[in-house]
């Protein structure tokens, strides 16, 4: 959900190593009513590499109730669905790198500009003053 609703996170980028090794990443996925539908944080996976557990580090019990689906218009990332009577779900897969795209650019643009909206509504209705924001009564 969005900023105002939350704060907005974005996941750190993966450069392409030089020697071409992949990277191994792991994911905490968080379960809501024995599920997890959502895109992965990172590009370009090998759908065989993917692995989910039940504990970070490949611990706990294997889920293999899970799916990986690659979306038509952007074949680079991947869709995952776990299902699990777990609080989490820790996946673990191999990826050589991310690629940017226009929906990466696009949600930071969203997030400055929402900021932005912010701070000129501060500005409107209250002072700003030394890098706090006083509200005028």
Known sequence: MP?????????EKLNKRADGTDYTVQEELRMTDGKFEGLLA????????VRVYTGPN???TEITAFTVSIPADAP????????ASA???????????????????NRLQTAVSAVQTEVVQYKGNGIIDGGYFDEEM
């Open 42 to 49: 990172h590009d370009n996976i090998a759908n065989s590499t």
């Open 87 to 105: 609080e989490a779900a820790y996946v673990t897969y191999q990826t050589p790198g991310d690629q940017v795209d226009a929906d990466d650019i």
């Open 58 to 60: 490949m611990s706990g």
């Open 3 to 11: 900023y105002p609703d939350a704060i907005e996170v974005f996941p």
């Open 76 to 83: 680079w990332r991947r869709y995952i669905r776990v299902f």
